[in-house]
């Protein structure tokens, strides 16, 4: 499709609580070790919430950086987009929630359940609203408290997940900005990672607690190898999309799930180590703060510089997956 405008990021933040959760702490909670988690996941430690704090709390703080480094105020954004899978509550929408605490009254909201790959989705959504003419910038936000769905007596899962938040502010820019993506989706295969309890399928009761039911329930080496091959197709896509090869891309920003998986893609895609952006080991999987937390904290140690080509991928619950390929 022919583009009225280019479109890209013009301010960026995140906030990661400060308590944080070992493996060796988690040795003391199910039966596992550092070692397993470290071979397997290649996590050694996760951020955590103090109980009771809110997702629209982490989300409010990282879009506050985000507004800074753009230099916009509050009540000059348009649109506020917060992908989570962990929202304040079932309604009103967590980004409603994230308006009125940094004040951006002039701003419509909405949430994107899109899992790990939400942040992707609510780019890709914001930058057609700026594109059409519709709006003029957006804020779009990846917001998680797993802990709050983490059930700790489950080893399969528990060791996985963490806490954390990343804003972006995205506008129209006169060069570069986002060059093409790719979203996709199967819900055929849902049952494979999922939260059965508390929805209109299953409303909470004693029986949905008695089960366990309001807790992330996964069939990990399912999820891995869809993982792996859909990220690998959702790069590939959205780097051909752009007219470009994979040896052009500067830097990969995958989904942080796990090191086996982010490995596996960089050498289907044929990339060297140096040029994979890992922050695994210190948040663990955050799911749709994942991505925007790895383009925070890669652009804060300079592991990119303008002109560069930078490619978020991502994949999780729906299954969804997607990728978005942006010129610095
Ligand atoms: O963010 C959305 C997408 N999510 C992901 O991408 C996660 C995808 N999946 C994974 O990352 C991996 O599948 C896991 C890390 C979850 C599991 O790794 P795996 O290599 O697939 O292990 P497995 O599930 O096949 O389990 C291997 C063994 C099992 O023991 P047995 O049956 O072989 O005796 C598990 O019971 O490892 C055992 N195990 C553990 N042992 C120690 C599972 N969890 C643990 C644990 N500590 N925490």
């Not at 709006?135 to 489950?154: P, Q, R």
Request: charged residues 20%; hydrophobic residues 40%; contains cysteine.
């Amino acid at each position: 499709m022919t583009r009225k405008k280019l479109v890209g990021i013009a301010g960026l933040g995140m906030y990661v609580p400060k308590k944080v959760l070992t493996n060796r702490d988690l040795e003391k909670m199910v039966d596992t070790s550092d070692e397993w988690i470290t071979t397997r996941t290649g996590i050694k430690e996760r951020r955590l919430v103090q109980p009771g704090t809110p997702s629209s709390t982490l989300a409010a703080k990282a879009a506050n950086k985000a507004l800074e480094s753009a230099n916009l105020k509050p009540e000059e954004i348009e649109l506020i987009i917060v992908a989570t899978i962990t929202p304040d509550m079932p309604f009103p929408s967590t980004s409603c929630f994230v308006q009125s605490k940094i004040g951006a009254k002039n701003a419509a909201c909405f949430d994107i359940g899109a899992a790990c790959s939400g942040f992707i989705y609510g780019l890709v959504t914001a930058r057609h609203f700026i594109d059409s003419g519709m709006y003029k910038n957006a804020l779009v936000i990846g917001v998680e408290v797993l802990t709050s769905v983490t059930d700790y007596t489950d080893r399969n899962t528990c060791v996985l997940f963490g806490d954390g938040a990343g804003a972006a502010v995205l506008g129209p820019v006169t060069s570069g900005g986002i060059l093409s993506h790719y979203l996709g989706a199967d819900g055929d295969l849902a049952n494979l990672l999922y939260l059965p309890g508390g929805g209109s399928c299953n409303p909470a009761s004693k029986d949905t607690l008695k089960n366990r039911l309001h807790y992330i329930k996964m069939s990990g080496s399912e999820v891995f190898k869809s993982a792996v091959r859909l990220m690998t197709d959702a790069a590939t896509r959205a780097v051909c999309d752009a007219n470009l090869g994979c040896k052009d891309i500067s830097l990969l920003i995958p989904h942080q799930a796990n090191i086996r998986i982010i490995n596996s893609v960089r050498q289907r895609i044929g990339l060297p180590e140096d040029k994979v952006y890992l922050n695994v080991a210190k948040y663990g999987n955050v799911s749709a703060a994942s991505t925007i937390i790895a383009l925070c904290e890669a652009v804060k140690e300079k592991r990119i510089k303008k002109g560069d080509i930078v490619v978020l991928v991502a994949f999780g619950a729906g299954f969804t997956w997607g990728s978005i390929v942006l010129k610095w």
